[in-house]
């Protein structure tokens, strides 16, 4: 059990896990989050080949080879109503498993292949205890109608957690429950035999070793073998075809109860704070095939027991078997050689305690590493030197006290959270460091100096997160910082004024989501109990109360954004913010023929495209399109609470070479950088006309085109009113015309239209006549 790969990538907890590959090897694996998030995984190299977010949230995931498929499919059930059945390696869904009868949430299925069959049957229970079974020919697709259940029973088993089927006799299924499992005949769902759980567990799942063995394991962590009756399954071996038979479906009594014959424990029997993660796997060792049961808990231990040594029952006894194999990261890291380096390792002594840190946040502007610690310190270094430090050989190892660092002393306990708000809206102060920790306190730091500028102490329980308000709120909120503590307060901090504007303290579950309105002026907060409150920012008053459907709504209309995202908030601080967007004022302005909203909605295109330009401090060799990632990213992560943090170094190496060459370049002049041929003379020319020399000057440029644009646009406008006018004229004509038709009875209008057209013959004969007369005498000029 050696660790092979550190896949990071989601942002919520992984609810399940499942294999991707058709192959024995099996080098990609399928995971799906509680954030709808999912992601393929190359084993070999740790790397998230296709990722997807979905509406849809699964609780189980299981690969299946359909026929008539080259590869797996994943077939999905969580909290929809419906089985998604999705290509590993796209992550697209194919089709989906719908329900006619009872739709409701799918909590387990399984899919199967019957022996004297060539189609697949999906065996799914929902939540409320209603078994479906769907059949499957192997050509669906998304554009196929809808596949809904070839049959439906209602049976007494709620929020089922796993379902089974026998490979060695399919007409039996394991149906786990919390409080109990029961084994159930296939034909109709009639229950044979039941196990209920032991005293204080809560059974999670289990699995078929034989007809007539079962493993079932629990949250304590405990795997449990029992014997089925054999009087049960020898009427349902020998009776397969008559699910009717008396000996199969007749009444149970005492010795056809299932006997508990082994069980896999660890020897310690230690408490777990929270259920673990276990698995039934088959796997081939050798040509061998091996039954092995895993186990992973929260502290990161891994137990291995090989199931077929406690396959056999012994008679009258209850045996216990350990795990063949124990392991945890922990170990794992010990037995590394060298042993891996700690972030701040420089400042510990090897005749001292070492000290636990508990928060980190990497300031990428100032190249900052600020980590927080267990007694209550602060530690600030430079990001660049202590990563060289710790991973490259140098003379700087042989220093004592490098690299310098500042100490921050302030909190009385373990360090909860860190913000450093400039980082994330540049209306904060640079200075500004903000720390939360297990004292009730957040402090204000500043960060160049060292001082403690305050300490708000207005909560009664530990800080647990820090948030920065958007920056659209009112004058007054943009200064402050949210802090949420364990006491179910929120409260809104003012860094500038130095005290509490906000204080929201009625909440009787812990907060799990914080959302805004700005324009309503709310900090809508959401409780781990599904209520959310409203509160009002500037005066604390508290709106309302929701709970239920109300409440989600109101959660989920906080998502949408105010600011239009094609410039609707072009840069903080200038006269632009807050508008709509320009193109739509000139498309509105350009159907409304209104070359006044025109004009303006160009000039503020145009500003807003040089102010991102002066922005982004372009150059002949930038590239003002696509902002370039940092070339290093310092992030923290830990695998529970109680653990020190851990810290994982992010190089992008394509940034890291751009920034290395743009140092270089940019410490060369023109013709050196001409000489070199990265550049043209005639590149520089261009260059210097698009650049302007002043703002001034930039505004002129802006106000020209703008000029210019506009009176193109007008003389279009002019040509397409003409254009309309003898449109009109025309129509008024036509109608003119057959108005005038109707209303000729005794053709008129045709003797009219005959004698002039005569006239016209006559004209133009004499036209032709006088012309030939001149060209007789050399007058004729040609005109």
Excluded at 516 to 542: I, K, N
């Amino acid at each position: 059990m050696t660790p092979r790969c550190l896949l990071v990538g989601h942002t919520a907890p992984v609810t399940c896990l499942s294999r991707a590959s058709i192959i024995q090897d099996n080098n990609f694996i399928v995971s799906s989050s509680e954030a709808g998030e999912m992601c393929t995984w190359d084993l070999v190299d740790g790397k998230c080949r296709e990722s997807v977010k979905l509406t849809q949230v699964h609780t189980n995931i299981q690969a299946y080879h359909m026929c008539n498929s080259e590869d797996l499919r994943l077939f999905c059930n969580g909290y929809y109503a419906e089985i998604l059945i999705m290509d590993p390696f796209s992550l697209e869904i194919l089709f989906s498993l719908s329900s006619k009868m009872n739709p409701d949430w799918i909590s387990a299925l399984h899919v199967l292949r019957p022996s004297s069959r060539k189609d697949d049957v999906v065996l799914a229970i929902s939540i409320t205890g209603t078994v479906k079974v769907w059949s499957l020919l192997g050509h669906e697709n998304k554009q196929s109608e809808p596949i809904y259940e070839n049959e439906s029973k209602q049976i007494r088993c709620l929020n089922a957690l796993s379902l089974n089927c026998c490979a060695y006799n399919q007409r039996t299924v394991l149906i786990v429950c919390a409080k109990y499992c029961q084994i159930y005949d296939a034909g109709d769902f009639s229950v044979l035999c039941s196990i209920q759980a032991p005293s204080g567990e809560r059974w999670m799942s289990g699995d078929f070793l034989a007809p007539d063995r079962v493993l079932v394991w629990s949250t304590e962590g405990k795997g449990y073998l029992y014997k089925l009756p054999a009087n049960k399954l020898r009427g349902r071996a020998i009776n397969s075809s008559v699910p009717d038979h008396k000996g199969f479906h007749g009444p149970t009594v005492e010795h056809d109860s299932p006997v508990l014959y082994g069980i896999l424990a660890h020897p310690d029997n230690k408490l777990l704070s929270c259920p673990p993660a276990m698995r039934f796997i088959l796997t081939s060792v050798g040509g061998k095939q091996r039954r092995l049961l895993l186990r992973g808990d929260s502290a990161g231990v891994v137990l291995l027991w090989n199931v077929d040594d406690a396959a056999m029952p012994v008679p009258n006894k209850v045996m216990s078997r350990a795990p063949i194999v124990t392991t945890s990261l922990e170990m794992a890291w010990a037995e590394m050689s060298p042993s891996p380096v700690g972030i701040l390792d420089q400042l510990s002594h090897p005749d001292e305690p070492e000290i636990k840190l508990t928060a980190s946040i990497y300031l990428l502007a100032a190249n900052r590493l600020v980590v927080g610690r267990e007694d209550g310190s602060i530690i600030i270094v430079n990001a660049t030197h202590t990563v060289q430090l710790q991973l490259l050989h140098g003379n700087h190892q042989q220093l004592d006290d490098w690299p310098p660092h500042q100490l921050l002393l302030g909190h009385n306990g373990r360090v909860n959270c860190l913000l450093y708000p400039h980082h994330v809206h540049h209306r904060y102060d640079r200075a500004y460091l903000v720390s939360g920790g297990i004292d009730f306190a957040v402090c204000l730091w500043d960060l160049f100096s060292g001082a403690l500028l305050h300490r708000f102490c207005v909560h009664a329980g530990e800080i647990t997160q820090l948030i920065v308000p958007p920056h659209n709120c009112s004058p007054r909120i943009q200064k402050c910082i949210c802090a949420v503590a364990s006491d179910h307060s929120v409260t809104l901090l003012s860094l500038t004024e130095r005290k509490c504007v906000t204080l929201a303290s009625r909440h009787l579950f812990p907060v799990v989501t914080i959302k805004w309105r700005p324009a309503d002026d709310f900090m809508v907060v959401g409780c781990s109990d599904g209520t959310v409150y409203v509160w009002q920012m500037e005066t604390g008053h508290l709106d309302r109360v929701l709970n239920g459907m109300i409440a989600e709504e109101v959660l989920a209309a906080c998502d949408e954004t105010s600011a239009d995202e094609l410039g609707g908030s072009i840069s903080s601080g200038t006269d632009l913010q807050g508008l709509a967007n320009p193109a739509v004022h000139f498309f509105r302005g350009l159907r409304h023929r209104n070359l006044t909203a025109m004009r303006a909605a160009t000039q503020r295109g145009l500003a807003a495209l040089h102010a991102s330009e002066r922005g982004s401090n372009a150059g002949p060799l930038a590239e003002p399109a696509r902002a370039r990632p940092p070339p290093l990213t310092i992030q923290g992560f830990r695998s529970n609470p109680a653990d020190p943090e851990s810290h994982i170094l992010f190089f992008d190496i394509e940034g890291l070479i751009v920034e290395l060459l743009s140092e270089e370049y940019s410490a060369m002049s023109p013709a050196s950088l001409e000489a070199a041929g990265l550049i043209t003379s005639e590149y520089m020319k261009v260059a210097a006309l698009t650049q302007s020399a002043s703002p001034d000057a930039a505004k002129k440029i802006s106000g020209f085109l703008s000029y210019k644009i506009v009176n193109k646009i007008g003389v279009i406008l002019r040509t397409l009113s003409w254009i309309d006018f003898f449109g009109r004229v025309k129509d008024k004509a036509g109608d003119m015309e057959r108005l005038l038709k109707e209303k000729d009875k005794h053709g008129i209008l045709a003797k009219m239209k005959e004698g002039a057209e005569n006239m016209q013959t006559k004209i133009q004969a004499k036209a032709d006549q006088l012309k030939s007369q001149l060209d007789a005498k050399g007058k004729w000029d040609g005109r």
